[in-house]
């Protein structure tokens, strides 16, 4: 697991440095803007693409996280949550704080969102985590965009991976949450709302903080037996 982790923070760091010093996200943003029209491909607004891909997957991973640590308190005691319990703890904690860490980053990056931007009809400059505002632009409140918060929760389900023991269906979990994961990032990509770097590093770090807490669990459950 330490290689994996390693290997993983080095292709963080590198996807970091790639859209950070190359145009990449932005000739991948064109693509969902018509600029005759000066609008994104899929409205932000569109009643039913909102309802699917943004408020109503929200709530299922609420019901989902409630369900379950639900589970754990009240039902511990079960045969299948007993059989699974380690595998639930993992998940539980991951859906939890995956999303709260991405959240924290959001709100120091200060990294603005494609629509936010002149280049799509916004008033902010293009700027990346590592690049200064001009000092002509003046900002009057911290804005919220890198990384990708809203994939974040499908990312954390990716910890459904160790909630199986056979390579089969933990193969099945992870390809599932890693569709989940993108067809979120991919929806608020074509609403601008996020580049294509703000999910795929959303996606690495979710799993690198998916390893640590198994890493963490495994850890003390050791001291248990």
Same mark, same amino acid.
């Given at each position: ?5 390693? &290997? ?11 859209? =950070?010093?190359?145009?990449l996200?932005?000739?991948?943003? *064109? ?6 029209? !000066?609008?994104?491909?899929? *409205?932000?607004?569109? $009643? ?19 369900? $379950? #640590? ?17 595998? #639930?703890?993992?998940?539980? $904690? ?5 999303p709260?860490?991405?959240?924290l #980053?959001? +709100? ?7 629509t *936010?931007?002149?280049? /799509? ?5 293009? $700027?990346?985590?590592?690049?200064? /505002?001009? *000092?002509t632009?003046?900002?009057? =409140? ?13 990312? +954390?389900?990716?910890? #459904?991976?160790?909630?199986? %023991? ?6 099945? +979990? ?6 989940? &994961?993108? %067809? ?13 770097? !703000?999910?795929l590093? %959303? ?23």
């Amino acid at each position: 697991m330490i290689t994996k982790s390693i &290997g993983l923070m080095i292709l963080l760091l590198l996807s970091f440095l790639l859209f =950070e010093f190359t145009p990449l996200d932005i000739i991948i943003q *064109d693509y969902f803007y018509n600029f005759n029209t !000066h609008q994104w491909i899929l *409205d932000k607004n569109a $009643v039913l693409p909102k309802l699917i891909f943004y408020d109503g997957i929200k709530k299922l991973y609420i019901l989902f996280v409630i369900a $379950v #640590l639900i589970s754990l308190l009240f039902f511990r005691w079960h045969p299948i949550i007993m059989h699974y319990k380690k595998g #639930l703890v993992i998940v539980l $904690v991951s859906c939890l704080t995956v999303p709260l860490f991405i959240g924290l #980053l959001k +709100a120091t990056t200060n990294v603005p969102c494609p629509t *936010d931007i002149k280049r /799509y009809g916004g008033n902010y400059p293009y $700027v990346t985590v590592l690049s200064k /505002y001009p *000092d002509t632009f003046h900002q009057t =409140e911290n804005i919220r965009c890198y990384p990708a918060g809203h994939a974040s929760g499908g990312f +954390a389900l990716m910890s #459904l991976f160790f909630l199986f %023991t056979s390579r089969r269906n933990k193969k099945i +979990a992870l390809i599932s949450t890693l569709a989940i &994961g993108w %067809t979120i990032g991919n929806y608020k990509m074509i609403i601008g709302d996020h580049f294509f770097s !703000h999910t795929l590093i %959303t996606m690495i770090i979710s799993w690198l903080m998916i390893l640590l807490i198994v890493k963490i669990s495994r850890y003390f459950n050791s001291l248990k037996e």
